[in-house]
């Protein structure tokens, strides 16, 4: 402990005094401590200030500066080759022409500062640039509009003393937040994402107003975007961000037409090729024929289910990524993280200040204007020149003390002194001006400039308004070249195991005691994949769960007394965590001669290989029946008793439908407390857990189980769902939790084929008069789709609904404005034909509006149904609840 103590000691001391060794140092030895402390912190900060990460008052890198005050100073209107743009940048740049190179071509594809013109690569494909001097660049109007003005521009020198460069370029707009920018740094990276540019603007103004705004990324190419944990970009948030897939070729062929920010179209099919070698999906082959758009073809293998292979493409490949901000830039010359939101009012502050700056500057210059105006007007309406004593004048300064003495009953028109270099500009003006001079023109230049200066001080007044008007024009002017191309969404968590194609077999050898996908020559259990888990159940009641592997050893089925052995495996299934529908139904004995149970249960979810016990856990349980139900179907079984002279009766019936699901840890309910000798089959169940309810989460397009959305209702056997387009395409689905629902839709609910539909719609084919048509929607087989308007594109459908006895109004408008509404009882109106009639013509006059009416009747089952819903149930009579309850006695009573 001494000697650790002098050796930090001495550490101590060499970091104190560490002088930098000069040419006269006789070791030239340097203590590290020293040198971390005096080169390379200066290097860390160098780095992180003046190369990697972003200033907050412009948004730039240095690099991305220099380029852009580059380009100004060789702006004339056309295009400059890249290789002398870079050129004239390392006057500026003191870090090669690569790295300014590299910089120019990324400005350039964001496509807003820069007018690009030659092959600037592709931010779809990740193909480069071609060489600087094939390609050419100039600043946008974009840019001219918002980065530059020398005169609010703060100065420094160059590195080598040689030239000016701006410390930082008067940006008014949140030009980092519309770029985004990335970097890595010493012991720091940078990452901001991309936003819209309208929505900045938008957001902006909402800000300036002193109204609640929110901002989110938005990427050039494309894809949709959670954004649910963004938090404003700073650390420790995230985004989701996936690639659009949409099917073809009767879902045969999938095709990608977006693709995640920071991907690209050869990464893509990389990870979809990587996916496909190590089974998780099943691909024949992947196509790119991508140009200017995303166009990825994968073509699926026979029998793949394009839903779940649009699932395993976001689980297994790049079609989704998730991406970490991290919000840094440089403000008062140190690093800050901060939020979008705050970078976003800092940069709307500066705007607003330089704002401010440009028209203090332009009053400036207008109230010198005005003041020179004035004393030239002065002195040539006074003829000031004609004086006697001017023309006398032996000096200029003789004649400038004359002049001062001939303005100064004027003086309180000015807006500031007279100077002697006032003077000495009148004294430069020439005869032919004096001649020329018109005293009206003068008086209303003079008028004019002042209602300017009125007009500034007004603005100078309201510079909040004055703000909100400039990121409106912005908006007016630029925001329809950037669209919002990133769609916002909430994603659904996709279970990989749930998606992953089953590539494996699983197999069970029950005599040696083993499991696994090797094993090809024993009994087959079922398909699987990689990542799937197996429920194994035995005879003594315990359980557990052990992921798929090649061959693994689940105990032997052989029960020896002498030998500690896994007593016999009775079942071996893969199994689906969070699985409600599965039911287990067994009967099992408590001890060796105990009593006999029977239970219900599911298992969600328990942890991997550690085992469970479905009985009590008395020592000698052993399960005498069981059954694994994917539906919560309810057998009835027949229980043999042991014979008893005593007994009428040697067996017994029992229904599983009798007994309620309870959890796993349950102990179930008593069989008989009679001696039981064996329990069989007898007969099959229908499922005890009801229909599938179903909800629709119009957030994410998909169907759910789990409460998520609308109610659309309990689903039996093969009903279906129904969902419509606006286009008035329709068509059916199962109510898989895998299907994909894609566009807007109008309606979606559960099928019925008796259900009556009535629309309005503008007919194309008959000169777009309003028709009226009430019709029976056909279910629809695979992925077909059927439409009750007809193919002319000028069709459109104006109303659609499921009352049974609609009635609507008919207000019109233009040259048949003055008529009264008119109202149309559909059901006398027009008969139920099938869904591709043409209807019935409404009117021949002009019709501005058609709105549905309360109906004034509805259907006798519907009066039937709201009536007993009124009506309150009598109680039963005490007599027959006693006769019940004793009847319910005597059954269970025969059964023990």
Not at 469 to 482: G, P, T, V
Not at 769 to 783: H, Q
Not at 818 to 823: C, E, G, L
Request: charged residues 30%; hydrophobic residues 35%.
């Amino acid at each position: 402990m001494a000697e650790q103590i002098e050796n930090d000691a001495t550490l101590t001391e060499a970091h104190s005094t560490y002088k930098p060794a000069d040419a006269s140092s006789e070791t030239g030895r340097h203590p590290l401590t020293g040198m971390y402390r005096n080169w390379f912190l200066d290097y860390a900060s160098y780095v992180i200030l003046e190369r990697a990460v972003p200033h907050s008052d412009d948004g730039l890198k240095p690099v991305q500066r220099r380029i852009l005050h580059a380009m100004k100073r060789l702006d004339d209107g056309r295009y400059n080759k890249v290789a002398n743009v870079v050129g004239h940048t390392m006057q500026f740049h003191p870090h090669g022409d690569a790295s300014i190179g590299d910089a120019l071509v990324q400005l350039g594809q964001k496509n807003l500062l820069i007018d690009t013109q030659g092959n600037w690569g592709n931010i779809l494909t990740g193909d480069d640039a071609a060489a600087p001097r094939y390609i050419e660049a100039r600043l946008s109007k974009f840019a001219l509009d918002v980065v530059f003005n020398p005169k609010t521009t703060a100065w420094k020198l160059s590195y080598d003393g040689r030239n000016k460069e701006p410390i930082a370029l008067p940006v008014k707009f949140p030009l980092l937040l519309a770029q985004g920018a990335e970097g890595i740094a010493v012991g720091l990276s940078a990452k901001i994402l991309p936003h819209n540019f309208g929505e900045l603007c938008q957001a902006a103004i909402q800000y300036l107003r002193g109204e609640a705004f929110t901002i989110y990324p938005d990427f050039q190419t494309g894809g949709s975007i959670d954004v649910s944990n963004y938090k404003e970009g700073r650390r420790g948030g995230s985004v989701k961000v996936r690639a659009k897939i949409s099917k073809l070729d009767n879902n045969k062929t999938l095709v990608i037409t977006e693709i995640p920010f920071g991907t690209t179209t050869q990464s893509i099919i990389d990870s979809i090729l990587r996916a496909n070698e190590k089974g998780k999906i099943k691909v024949r082959k992947v196509d790119d024929n991508t140009a200017a758009e995303v166009e990825i073809l994968v073509h699926l293998a026979p029998g793949t289910s394009s839903d779940k292979a649009i699932d395993a493409l976001y689980a297994f490949t790049d079609c989704e990524v998730s991406i970490s901000p991290n919000c840094v830039v440089i403000t008062d010359k140190k690093p800050r993280f901060l939020s979008v939101n705050e970078v976003l009012q800092q940069s709307v502050d500066r705007t607003m200040s330089l704002l401010r700056s440009e028209l203090e500057i332009r009053r400036h210059e207008l109230l010198e204007s005005l003041h020179y105006a004035s004393l030239e007007r002065i002195f040539i309406e006074e003829r000031i020149y004609k004086d006697k004593a001017f023309e006398q004048a032996i000096s200029t300064d003789a004649a400038c003390i004359h002049i001062d003495e001939r303005l100064t009953p004027y003086y309180p028109q000015f807006y500031r002194e007279v100077t002697k270099e006032d003077i000495l500009r009148l004294l430069e003006i020439k005869m032919a001006r004096i001649l020329k001079f018109n005293k009206e023109k003068a008086d209303e230049l003079i008028a004019r400039m002042t209602a300017d200066v009125a007009r500034i001080n007004k603005d100078l007044n309201n510079m909040t308004g004055v703000t909100i008007n400039w990121f409106q024009l912005l908006f007016d002017k630029y925001a329809a070249e950037h669209p919002r191309r990133t769609e916002l969404r909430s994603f659904d968590t996709i279970v990989a195991s749930k998606v992953v194609e089953a590539n494996q077999k699983l197999y069970v050898n029950r005599a040696d005691g083993f499991m696994g996908t090797s094993l090809k020559k024993d009994e087959f259990v079922d398909n699987c994949s990689d990542i799937d888990d197996v429920i194994l159940f035995y005879r003594d009641g315990t359980y557990k769960v052990v992921r798929v592997a090649d061959k693994v050893f689940i105990g032997r089925t052989e029960k020896s007394e002498k030998e500690h052995r896994k007593p016999e495996l009775i079942h071996i299934a893969v199994f689906k965590k969070n699985d409600r529908r599965t039911i287990y139904n067994i009967v099992y004995r408590d001890g060796k001669d105990g009593l006999c149970f029977i239970k219900r249960f599911n298992i969600t979810g328990i942890t991997h290989d550690r085992e469970y016990d479905a009985t009590q856990g008395t020592p000698g349980s052993r399960i005498i029946y069981f059954t694994a139900n994917p539906n919560g179907e309810a057998e009835t079984i027949k229980v043999l008793l042991k014979p008893n002279p005593k007994l009428r009766k040697p067996f017994l019936d029992r229904d599983f439908s009798e007994i309620l699901v309870k959890g796993r840890q349950s102990r179930g309910n008593m069989l008989t407390k009679l001696d039981v000798q064996r329990v069989v089959f007898k007969a099959h169940g229908v499922s005890t857990l009801g229909g599938r309810k179903v909800w629709f989460d119009a957030d994410v397009q998909r169907l759910n189980y789990d409460e998520r959305g609308t109610y659309l209702g309990e689903f039996h056997g093969d009903e279906a769902v129904l969902v419509i387009h606006p286009n008035g395409d329709y068509y059916t689905t199962t109510y898989d939790p895998n299907n994909h629902y894609e566009g807007e839709i109008l309606r979606i609910e559960k099928y019925d084929p008796e259900k009556v539909w009535t629309a309005a719609l503008f007919d194309g084919d008959q000169q777009g008069f309003p028709y009226l048509k009430r019709f029976l929607l056909e279910r629809t087989s695979g992925a077909r789709r059927n439409c009750f308007l007809n193919e002319n594109p000028a069709t459109r459908l104006l109303l659609l609904t499921d009352t049974a006895y609609p009635r609507f109004e008919l207000v019109f408008g233009g040259a048949d404005a003055y008529r009264d509404p008119m109202i149309i009882d559909a059901d006398e109106f027009v008969t139920v034909k099938g869904f591709k009639a043409k209807g019935k013509r409404l009117t021949t006059n002009a019709v501005e509006s058609i709105k549905e009416l309360e109906p004034l009747r509805v259907p006798e089952a519907d009066k039937a149904e709201a009536a007993a819903s009124e009506t309150e149930t009598a109680p039963a009579d005490d007599q027959h609840s006693n006769e019940a309850e004793q009847e319910a006695q005597d059954l269970f009573n025969q059964a023990d």
